[in-house]
């Protein structure tokens, strides 16, 4: 072979390897303040891979409007590159078969041994990756201003019997005790965290993960129902419909004292310049310190017509499992890493104890999926118990038995 014909082989070669920028297309719901910080970094990690970036943003804590716009996308034939899409319906999309696999890359970068089998299992259908994870969102936080505390001369609830004598002081000294948000997903996020600690870990699995029906029917489940329904009057009557992130502001304002919701929150306080230790506290909701309800982001892959598609889905799925990205992200979305063995040091103390949590609760058996945050059951059952939370905290005629024979027929929704 003479040289000349060499070099042009190899520049074929090359072109052949080289795939074009893509222009990647990503649907996700982190339009707040703290979240769109951490969509930031993704957007310029695939810069930085001379990949074209298209925001799919649609706004709605929680991501059902995403969830809606999606559907609507993928019937038309025309699905974004990837999509923020979690737990279980990872599994129901697979069904559908729309998925890409992007299991050369993990293979490749050995995800299998990067990740935590309760991860990877999860992003994985039929046995091969369609999703790369980003994060894992700890959802039994209660998210304190302890100024507030301190003017009611109250102290940080370590169980359910507390909140409610610091509520009572708070509300004694003229101070909004609980900043709410009332919309069906935040309802259920505060129900779930209020079950866990009336119930533990073993009720939990059994009415949340495994729908049994002697469970969701137990008067645990009843006491559960009770003590949340006892949270309405200190909330404020501002509280329906208002987004999460604004319910976040009152206590970073001075507004109200204390809030239950995931550490998607301390991306606020940090967004808003505050100190966690001093400005505001990171505590486990009252009852559930040894217990971690577990919520993980992820990215689904769908098919995409063109080989310039695929190699951008890929440069996407890498980056987003880089230790590089998986630091700068979480120190912003307020979550931890979903790679295992990162270094912690840059994180402030509540991932550090959110990162110690989670390790120990999968040790203690008491490491749960947020059902609140579609991780433990299909998407058509989480829809139907939405329902009964949300009629039941906005029905004051409507008694938690009640509310439980209705959460039993809702488990039997698929
Ligand atoms: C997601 C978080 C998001 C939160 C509020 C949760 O379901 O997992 O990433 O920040 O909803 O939008």
Known sequence: MSYPKLSALTAGMMLAFTAQAAEVEVLHWWTSGGEAKAAAELKKTMEGKGHKWKDFAVAGGGGENAMTALKSRVVSGQPPAAAQIKGPAIQEWGEEGVLSS???????????????????????YKGQYVAAPVNVHRVNWLWVNPELLKKANAKVPATIDEL??????????????????????????????????????????????????????????????????????????????????????????????????????????LAAGKV????????????????????????????????????????LASALMSPAFQQTFNLNKGSIPARTGLDMA????????????????????????????????????????YDVISQYWNDDKMTAQQAADKLAAAAKVM
């Open 102 to 124: 992007m299991d050369s890359v993990a293979k490749k970068e050995g995800w299998d041994k990067l990740l935590p089998p309760v991860v990877s299992n999860v992003m994985k």
């Open 276 to 315: 966690p230790g001093k400005d505001f506290l990171c505590v486990a909701a009252p009852g559930t310190e040894k217990a971690f309800t577990f919520n993980i982001d992820s990215f689904v892959f769908f098919k995409v017509p063109s080989k310039d598609a695929e190699k951008g889905q890929q440069d």
């Open 346 to 385: 840059k994180f402030d103390d509540c991932g550090k104890k959110s990162s110690t949590d989670f390790s120990a609760s999968a040790k203690g058996n008491t490491l749960v999926p947020s059902w609140a945050h579609g991780m433990a059951m299909r998407s058509a059952t989480q829809g139907a118990m």
């Open 164 to 269: 409610f004598v610091t509520m009572e002081a708070l509300k004694k000294a003229g101070i909004q005790p609980l900043a709410y948000g009332g919309q069906p997903w935040q309802d259920s996020t505060v129900f779930e965290s209020i079950a866990l600690g009336v119930g533990g870990a073993d009720f939990y699995q059994k009415a949340f993960v495994k729908l049994d029906a002697a469970a969701i029917k137990s008067p645990t489940m009843i006491k559960a129902l009770d003590t949340y329904k006892k949270l309405k009057p200190y909330t404020d009557k501002n509280a329906p419909g208002r987004e999460w992130n604004l319910a976040t502001a009152m206590v970073i304002n001075g507004k109200a004292a204390m809030q239950f919701m995931g550490d998607w929150a301390k991306g606020e306080f």
